[in-house]
């Protein structure tokens, strides 16, 4: 799906940070930088938006500013973003915070929340609300600065080989899982992993791992999960929308000027609003394709099966408040804006006991 021109975007930018193109584009350094993804170029949404982002940030930088899209692996491992851009040995990578868990495991409230809001009011918290404040204070910390780039709609909650009638089926299971909600899947006994995409597969194939969750419909066809396990559960409680980042060296993003500074900014601000649109546009379309095409058993968990993973996902809050400072701190943040939040949430649910007749 195609949402504005990559010309009209530049006439949009240019309105935005009030440059003269040409005169400006001609006295600014050319930098180049190269940019690790976590997600290949041909994986729907994740990767296709990186390579769609590097393309716009050109043209709008008239040639200024290039970051050169490498695959995962080609330069560090997909899920090593963050020690490789601290420390200088890339200037960017295209990930998601929630990669990151292994060195600030507050980070994973960043990309996606259990049972968490969607995305207006998830970026009303992080732009508005004190989350983003605390974020770029976490990355600032280990010398990195981020900038939210790329966002996606509800996912999946994942794919089994069998059907899971109760969730005590789940104790023993060795499952990939991402983020939060794979602290949540531990307190049901679930022995949990995080792989990249490419690796997903494989490993389910060989039976290393007995189940995954990864995306969403068009992304989960594009790794051909469908081959290995028919069964599709929903709806995505641990990932109701998606935030990713372009995560950057900070002396190196440091030593650029304004006028770049803004212009990945805006590029970012873009890219978000494109990628979730077209999220939502394609899904519909790539379930069908799952049913119709590739005889995928859709699953929807049971309202009790949904209230047993949301408890667990607030005794996990709970517990990990109490064991890490940081995450506190984030948890706090969330909770209280989205009790300040709830007055204007509830107004609009069209759902509401005093709506119904």
Known sequence: MQIGTG????????????????TESNAQERVRWKMQSAFASTLSHLGTAGTRYVKDLEEVSQGTLRLQFFEPGALVPAL?????????????????????????????????????????????????????????????????VSIDCFAIGPETSGWFRNEVT????????????FGLGAQVMQKLGVNTQLLAGADIYPALERGVIDATEFSMPAMDIDLGFYQVAKFNYFPGWHQQVSVSELLMHKPTYDALSDWHKKLIEVTCNHNIHVNYAE?????????????EEHDVQVRRWTDEQLAAFE???????????AQDPIFKQVADSYFAFREKYKVWGDAQNLRATYLVQ
Not at 96 to 107: C, F, I, N, Q, S
């Open 7 to 22: 010309k009209a975007l530049a006439a949009a930018v240019a309105l935005t940070v009030g440059v003269v193109a040409v």
């Open 80 to 144: 090593e973003c963050f020690d490789a851009a601290s420390q200088g040995a890339v200037e960017a990578c295209w990930t998601t915070p929630g990669y990151h868990t292994g060195k600030v495991p507050a980070l994973a409230f960043f990309t996606a929340v259990p049972f968490g809001p969607q995305y207006g009011e998830f970026f009303a918290w992080k732009k508005f609300g004190g989350g983003d404040e605390i974020k770029n204070e976490i990355y600032a910390n280990n010398n990195l």
């Open 166 to 177: 109760s969730l005590e089926q789940l104790n023993g299971f060795k499952m990939r899982f």
């Open 279 to 291: 999220t939502e546009e394609n899904n519909p379309k790539a379930m069908g394709v799952m049913v």
């Open 311 to 321: 408890e667990a996902w607030l005794e996990v809050v709970e517990e990990t408040s």
